[in-house]
């Protein structure tokens, strides 16, 4: 329905509980850290110390927090190589797929409109003074 219609439409609510998809589903996924990672994975299987290489910034810690927290939504593998020294690498699943080609839209236009954005950010600050 569009806003010029004269019929009232119920507004989207996003309850703060598991039973809102928007919430429950985005959350964990558009995380910083997050959606970094996804797109790193979009490349091929990695290895930890690569991710972190790949992603500047980010901390041993807390790439160990959202490598778990996306193998614990679906998005991503683990693998254990029994080697010695010991291996493992990082993949995106199916669903992890599915989610990141979307995305990668939102890559393409954050490069394009960056210089925008900033520049939004520069004269909205000046206006706070």
């Known amino acids: 329905m569009s806003k010029h219609e004269t019929r009232p439409r119920e507004k989207r609510q996003f309850p703060n509980n598991p039973s809102c998809p928007v919430r429950d589903v ?27 290489r790949r992603i500047d910034g980010i901390s041993q810690r807390m790439l160990t927090v959202t490598v778990r927290q996306l193998q614990r939504e679906g998005y991503i593998l683990r693998t254990a190589y029994p080697e010695v ?15 990141v080609k979307p995305l990668c839209n939102l890559i393409l236009w954050s490069e394009k409109r960056h210089e925008d954005i900033r520049s939004a950010r520069t004269v909205f600050d000046s206006q706070q003074d």
């Open 26 to 52: 985005l959350t964990p996924l558009t995380s910083k850290w997050s959606m970094l990672v996804l797109f790193a994975l979009m490349e091929g299987p990695e290895r930890f110390s690569s991710l972190k």
């Open 85 to 99: 020294p010991p291996r493992v690498e990082y993949q995106l699943t199916s669903l992890g797929d599915e989610v």
